[in-house]
C-alpha cells in the first residue's frame, strides 16, 4: 500500500484535523485530503463519512489505523536506529509496558541505568495488556512489563511481584481512618468501579457475592486510573490495582488496603528469538527491584493477613 497515504491516515486520525495533518506531513491541506480520498479508493470502502467542512472516520478508519499505526512505528524505529548508529549511539533498548506503571516502576530504574549504560538510549512503547498478546508477532522489543498471565509461545516470562488491590478514596471519608477496608465496610457504600470484564471488577463481585450482598456500583469507569480519579474526588469506593493508584493518586485522595488481601501478578516478559543485552539485562533487573521496593512502601506495608 502506499506509504504516504498511510501517513496520511495516521496524521488525520492522531491531529484530528487537516491542518494538524498537514503541518506534520509538511504539506497542505487540499493535499491531505487528495491523499486519503486515495487510500480510500486503494483500500475499496469508505474510511470518511464527508460531513459539512469536516471528516468524521469510520469505524473501519480506525481498524486500519491500529495496525497501520503499528506499522509506522516499525518504520519509525528503522529511522531512529539509523540514527543512533550516525551518531555512534549502539546500545538501545526497547520496553513494552503497559499503561500507568511507567510512574511507579519506571523513573528510578532509568536514572540507574543511565548511570551504568551512559551511551544507552531508551524507547518505551506503552501498550494496554489487551494489546500486548495480539501484537507480538509484529513487535521489536527488548522486554516488557505487565499484569501476567500472558500466554504466548513467543515469549519467557516472570513474576516480579504481587501487587495488593487497595480501595481508593477521598481523604475526609470514615474509611480512610483504617490501615485496611472489607468488603463488609462496602455494603452500602456508592461505589466506583472498572468496567465488567476486568479483573478488579470480578474481584469486586466476588467478594460481594460471598457475603450474599450486591454491591452499590454508582459509576462504571473504562480504566483503572479513571476509577481512582472519580473515587479520589468523593464519588465513592474505588477497587484498584495498586501500583495503578499509586501512580495517579492526586492530592486529597488515599488508599487503604482491600481485605480479604487479593493480588494483581506483575511481571516482566522477553522475547524468545533474540539475545538480551547488557543494558537490557541491567534494566529487567532494576525495574524487579523497584517493583519489591514499592510493596514495602505504605500502605503495603500494613502487615493484613489474607
Known sequence: ????????LRAFLEGGSLNVAAERL??????VSRLLAALEDEVGFPLFDRKVRRLEPTNEAWLIYKQVELAL?????????ANRI??????????LAAPYALDALF??????????????????DIRTRLEIEPSLRRESFDLGVATLPLESDELDSVTMVDVPMVVVMSADHPLATRPYVTVQD?????????????????????????????????????????TCELAGEGFGLGLADGLVARSCLKQGAVMRLFHPVRTIPYGLFFPRWHARSQAA??????????AARQITLPPFDAGVSG
Do not use: W
Not at 500500500?1 to 496520511?8: G, P, Q, T, V, W
Not at 512505528?73 to 536506529?81: F, H, I, Q
Not at 523513573?107 to 540507574?112: C, G, H, M, Q, Y
Not at 470480578?202 to 452499590?216: A, S, T
Open 26 to 31: 509538511n504539506c497542505t491541506q487540499p493535499q
Open 186 to 226: 462496602m455494603v452500602g457504600e456508592p461505589l466506583v468501579s472498572n468496567a465488567t470484564n476486568t479483573l478488579l471488577r470480578r474481584v469486586l463481585q466476588e467478594c460481594f457475592d460471598e457475603i450474599g450482598k450486591c454491591p452499590d456500583t454508582r459509576y462504571q469507569t473504562p480504566n483503572g486510573p479513571v
Open 1 to 8: 500500500m502506499n506509504l504516504r497515504r498511510l501517513e496520511a
Open 281 to 290: 539485562k541491567a534494566l529487567a533487573n532494576y525495574i524487579r527491584e523497584e
Open 107 to 124: 523513573v528510578e530504574p532509568l536514572r540507574r541505568l543511565r548511570d551504568e549504560f551512559p551511551e544507552a538510549t531508551v524507547g518505551i
Open 86 to 95: 550516525r551518531m555512534g549511539l549502539k546500545t538501545h533498548v526497547r520496553v
Open 73 to 81: 512505528s516499525e518504520l519509525d524505529e528503522v529511522a531512529e536506529t
